[in-house]
C-alpha cells in the first residue's frame, strides 16, 4: 500500500431545522466505519469524523481533507445525512444547521465536493454518499430523505478529470429509491444500529468476506457487490450505485482477514495409492501428506490436509494412526491457550505450518477488540466479563477463552477535606484513574510473565541476555587455554593414560566462547541465537558430566574443582533458557521418516565412533562407559526438533541439534591428530554432518515420495 490512507467520515444525525426528521443510523455508521477503516490489519486508515457538525465545519474539513495531497494517496470519503434537491435539481447533503429554505448557503453542495475532488491531486479517490433521493417504503425502515436528486449528474465533472487519476462514487441506492436504516422508526428506536448499506460495507470489510477472489484485498468493485448482495436480502428495493470516472484498475480499500484456498490437484499416481490393498503402500502416502502439510504453497498444502482426511477410517491401525498424528502435528497452536484481561491489550501468538497461520480471528461480543497483525492477535476489552476470540482457518476453528475484568478505580470517599475536590469526587473520569491503578496492576506480572511478551514477539529480553553473558564469560575464564600444554582438559590414568590439554580450540572452549558472541547477537537475533546458545551449553554440560561421572577430573592439573563449576554455571544457562523457551507441548511424534532415518543413522555412527579401537587398543567406551552420552543427547535434542509444531520451538531446536553436532564433530578432532584414529574421527564426522543433515531437512521441509 503505498502513499497515505486517509478517510474523513461525515455524519448527521441531528437537525436544527424541526423540517428535517431526525435519524437514527448516521451516528452508528460513523463509530462502525471508522473502527474498522482505522484497524490496521484490515483498512490502515488514518480516520476522521465529524459529528452534527456545522456546514461551513464540514466545508472547511472537506476542502483541508482534499488539499495538499500526494498522487499516491488514496482517500475515502464517507457522508451519511439526508439527501435534498433545490428546485433546479441539484443535489445538497444536509447537516446539522441546514435550512432547507436556504440550500445553498446553509447546506453542504455536491458541486463543492465535485470540484474539491477534481482539483486534489491524490489519483484515488472514493466518495461514499449513505444517502436517499426517493423510492418505497417497506414496513420496519426508516426512510432517509424525500425527493429526487441525480448523483451521476452532480458528480459527471469527475470524467474530465485527467492525468491518470481515478475517482469512484458509490450510493447507498439509485436516483428513484430511498435508502434505509436498520431497526425501528427513529423515534421508538431503542438500540440504534448502522443503515442496512453502511452495515453491509462494515461487515464485508471486517470479515473480509467482500473478498470475492481470495487475492487477501477488498477492492471497491468487489466491495459494491457484496454490498448490494447483502442489501438485496433486507430489502429488494434497495439498489446501490457505483460510478468510475477515469479510474484504472481496482481501488484496494482493505485487506481482507479470509484467505479462500483454493486446493492444489493431487496426482494421479498418489491417488492410485491412497486406494492401494497394499498397508504399506498406503502408509507411505500418509509421510508424503505430512510433508505437504508444511508446504509454503497454500493449495499443496490444504490438498494435504483434504486428502488426509479422507484416510482417517483407514482399516490399517498403523495408516489411521500415522493420519491422525500427522493431522494433529498440523493443529493451529495458540500461545497463551486462555486470556486474562485486566484493562491492558493482551498479545496471541499463532504458531503452525503456513496452513494453519491462514486463521482469522474475530471476537464473540462486540466489547471485545481483536486486532490481527499477521502471527500476531491483539485483544482488548471496553467491558468486564467473559468472551472468546474465534480463530477461523481453512483447516478449522480454534476457540480461545477470554475473561475480562476491568481495573479497581476503588473511589475511597475519605473524610478529610483535601481529597474531595481534585480525585474522588470527579466520578466521570475514567480516564485519569486507570494511571493511579496501573502501576499496581502491572507490578507483580514483572516476577514472572514478563519474559513471554519478549520472547513472543521474536525478541529475548534483556535479563535472559545478561545472564548468558555473565554465565559464558565465567566458563571461558575457567577453561582458559594458557601456554600450550601447560593444564589437562582431561586426563585418563588409571586404564588408558589418554589425555586431552587444554586448547584454544577444544570442544569446551569453543563452546563457551561460542555462547558468549552468539548471546552479545541474540537480542537480535532472537530464537535462532537461543538455539545456538543452548546447543554449546549442552556440549559443556555433557562434557561437564563426562569428566565428573568418570572420575578422571581429578587429574585435572590446575582447577581440580573447575569442572563442579562448569556444570553448576552449564545448569543455570541451560534452566533460564528452558524458561524462556520452553514450548506449550513436548512432542515425540509424529516426525517425518526420512529426517529421522538421518537423524538415527548419525547417532549410530557417532556411537560407532566411540565403540572402535584406536592403534592403542582403547576405544573411547573404555575410559567410560559415560561416552554413549553424547550420541543420546544428540539424538533426543534432533528428535524433538523433528517433531515440534510450534514455530518458535521449531526455529530453536534445529539450531541447538545443529550446534551441538557441530560441537561433536569438532570434539573428534584429537583421534585424528593425536590419537592417529582417522576412522574414528570419520565415523564422528559423518554421523554428526547425518544429524544436522536431517533437522535441517525439517526446515526446508525437503520433499519425499511415496
Not at 452495515?199 to 464485508?204: C, H, K, L, N, Y
Not at 498397508?279 to 502416502?285: E, Y
Not at 534452566?575 to 520452553?582: G, M, N, T
Request: negative net charge.
Amino acid at each position: 500500500m503505498d502513499g497515505s490512507r486517509v478517510a474523513l467520515v461525515v455524519a448527521n444525525d441531528q437537525y436544527d431545522d424541526p423540517g428535517l426528521k431526525r435519524l437514527v443510523a448516521p451516528a452508528q455508521d460513523a463509530a462502525a466505519l471508522a473502527e474498522v477503516l482505522a484497524d490496521p490489519s484490515v483498512g490502515g486508515f488514518e480516520v476522521r469524523v465529524l459529528h452534527n457538525e456545522s456546514a461551513q465545519e464540514i466545508r472547511l474539513a472537506v476542502e483541508d481533507f482534499f488539499a495538499d495531497r500526494a498522487p499516491e494517496d488514496l482517500l475515502l470519503l464517507h457522508f451519511s445525512c439526508h439527501g435534498l434537491k433545490n428546485a433546479a435539481g441539484e443535489l445538497f447533503l444536509a447537516v446539522a444547521d441546514t435550512k432547507p429554505a436556504r440550500l445553498a448557503s446553509t447546506a453542504v453542495a455536491a458541486d463543492f465536493v465535485n470540484r474539491q475532488m477534481a482539483d486534489s491531486r491524490a489519483q484515488r479517490i472514493a466518495l461514499f454518499l449513505d444517502c436517499c433521493y426517493g423510492g418505497a417504503f417497506p414496513r420496519g425502515m426508516v426512510v432517509r430523505a424525500a425527493g429526487e436528486a441525480q448523483v451521476r449528474d452532480a458528480f459527471a465533472g469527475q470524467a474530465e478529470v485527467g492525468g491518470g487519476r481515478g475517482r469512484v462514487i458509490v450510493t447507498a441506492s439509485s436516483a428513484m429509491e430511498y435508502a434505509f436504516e436498520g431497526g425501528q422508526l427513529a423515534t421508538d428506536a431503542a438500540k440504534p444500529a448502522p443503515s442496512v448499506f453502511t452495515g453491509a460495507v462494515v461487515d464485508g470489510l471486517s470479515t473480509g468476506e467482500a473478498d470475492k477472489d481470495g487475492d487477501g484485498w477488498v477492492g471497491l468493485s468487489e466491495l459494491v457487490g457484496y454490498v448490494t448482495d447483502r442489501i438485496h436480502r433486507v430489502t429488494p428495493n434497495q439498489n446501490p450505485q457505483m460510478w468510475t470516472f477515469g479510474s484504472q484498475g481496482e481501488l484496494l480499500i482493505a485487506r481482507s482477514r479470509v484467505r479462500r484456498i483454493t486446493p492444489a490437484p493431487l496426482a494421479p499416481a498418489l491417488l492410485e495409492a491412497m486406494e492401494s490393498p497394499l498397508p504399506a503402500a498406503r502408509f507411505g502416502v500418509v509421510d508424503y501428506l505430512r510433508e505437504r502439510l508444511y508446504d509454503a504453497d497454500l493449495g499443496q498444502a490444504y490438498a494435504a490436509w483434504q486428502a488426509l482426511h479422507r484416510m482417517i477410517g483407514d482399516d490399517s491401525r498403523r495408516v489411521s494412526d500415522a493420519v491422525a498424528g500427522a493431522i494433529a502435528g498440523a493443529e493451529l497452536v495458540v500461545t497463551p491457550p486462555e486470556v486474562e484481561l485486566t484493562g491492558e491489550t493482551a498479545e496471541l501468538r499463532l504458531e503452525g505450518p503456513p496452513i494453519a497461520l491462514t486463521a482469522s480471528a474475530s471476537a464473540s461480543v462486540s466489547w471485545l477488540k481483536v486486532e490481527q497483525d499477521g502471527a500476531i492477535v491483539r485483544v482488548r476489552a471496553d467491558e468486564a466479563g467473559d468472551a472468546s476470540v474465534i480463530l477461523s482457518g481453512p483447516i478449522g476453528e480454534r476457540t480461545i477463552p477470554v475473561r475480562a475484568t476491568l481495573p479497581d478505580t476503588e473511589s475511597e470517599p475519605p473524610a478529610p477535606p483535601p481529597e474531595p475536590e481534585p480525585e474522588p469526587v470527579p466520578r466521570p473520569a475514567p480516564v485519569p484513574e486507570p494511571p493511579q491503578t496501573e502501576p499496581r496492576q502491572t507490578e507483580p506480572p514483572q516476577a514472572g510473565p514478563l519474559p513471554e511478551p519478549a520472547v513472543e514477539t521474536g525478541r529475548p529480553p534483556w535479563w535472559l541476555i545478561a545472564v548468558l553473558i555473565v554465565g559464558s564469560v565465567l566458563l571461558i575464564g575457567i577453561n582458559w587455554p594458557g601456554e600450550a600444554e601447560s593444564s589437562n582438559l582431561w586426563y585418563d590414568v588409571e586404564t588408558t593414560g589418554w589425555h586431552v590439554y587444554r586448547s584454544w580450540h577444544d570442544p569446551v572452549f569453543l563452546s563457551s566462547v561460542t555462547a558468549l558472541v552468539v548471546s552479545l547477537i541474540s537480542r537480535w537475533a532472537g530464537p535462532v541465537a537461543l538455539g545456538v546458545v543452548a546447543g554449546a551449553v549442552a556440549g559443556v554440560l555433557q562434557d561437564a558430566i563426562l569428566i565428573l561421572g568418570a572420575g578422571i577430573w581429578e587429574n585435572d592439573t590446575e582447577t581440580p574443582w573447575s569442572w563442579l563449576a562448569v556444570l553448576g554455571i552449564g545448569l543455570v544457562l541451560a534452566a533460564v533458557l528452558l524458561v524462556v523457551l520452553r514450548p506449550e507441548r513436548w512432542r515425540l511424534r509424529p516426525v517425518p521418516v526420512r529426517s529421522a532415518a538421518l537423524v538415527v543413522a548419525g547417532g549410530i555412527l557417532l556411537l560407532a565412533s566411540g565403540l572402535i579401537n584406536h592403534p592403542d587398543g582403547f576405544a573411547f567406551v573404555d575410559v567410560t562407559v559415560l561416552a554413549v552420552l553424547e550420541p543420546v543427547v544428540v539424538v533426543a535434542l534432533a528428535w524433538l526438533a523433528l517433531a515440534a509444531v510450534e514455530a518458535r520451538a521449531l526455529t530453536w531446536l534445529v539450531a541447538t541439534a545443529t550446534t551441538y553436532a557441530v560441537i561433536s564433530a569438532i570434539a573428534a578432532v584429537p583421534a585424528l591428530t593425536g590419537g592417529d584414529a582417522p576412522v574414528v574421527f570419520l565415523a564422528a564426522l559423518l554421523g554428526s554432518a547425518l544429524i544436522v543433515a536431517g533437522v535441517l531437512s525439517r526446515v526446508l521441509r525437503l520433499q519425499s515420495r511415496p
